[in-house]
């Protein structure tokens, strides 16, 4: 599989990023591997957020699997 292009993962996470602002969290991509699984590390109050993996697939991952070709799935790490 191509490599994923990780400027695009950034722009789609910028569109992401006011919605989280809006609750007190944000997203950093901490990396891209071949198999196009893509890092994340949620941070403020998505850290710890009950609701932190309805915001990753339903939020993070379904906007980068939409805009960045290759995109499989996205992983938070800690």
Do not use: H, W, Y
């Amino acid at each position: 599989m191509a490599e994923v292009d990780k400027s695009l993962i950034e722009t789609a996470l910028d569109e992401i990023r006011p919605a989280l602002a809006a609750d007190g969290g944000n997203v950093e991509f901490i990396d891209a591997n071949d198999e196009g699984v893509v890092l994340v590390r949620l941070q403020g109050a998505c850290s710890g957020c009950a609701s932190a993996s309805v915001t990753l697939k339903m939020g993070i991952e379904k906007t980068l699997k939409e805009k960045v070709p290759g995109v499989t799935a996205v992983q938070a790490i800690m």
